[in-house]
């Protein structure tokens, strides 16, 4: 999940970033345990706020990172 994050350049400030990548890598192994792909409403059910708006960069770097996990 580190290495899709720096690939993607997600991070702005960083203030949000811890929070947001444990819960991307906690979302990867529950999708991961379900046996199915990770799907666009998974990720949407995330529900950690950046104020630098970097959504749509953190939806890439989980997709990549998912299929690399
Ligand atoms: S990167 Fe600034 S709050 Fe998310």
Redesign the pocket.
């Known amino acids: 999940m580190q290495q899709a994050w720096l690939k993607y350049d997600v991070?702005?400030?960083?203030?949000?970033?811890p929070g947001?990548i444990m819960a991307a890598v906690a979302l990867v192994k529950q999708i991961s345990s379900e046996g199915r792909q990770i799907s666009d409403a998974d990720i949407d059910s995330l529900r950690n706020i950046?104020?630098?708006g970097?959504y749509a960069r953190i939806r890439e770097a989980i997709v990549e990172a998912a299929g690399n996990m």
């Open positions: 991070g702005q400030c960083g203030y949000c970033q947001q950046c104020r630098c970097t």
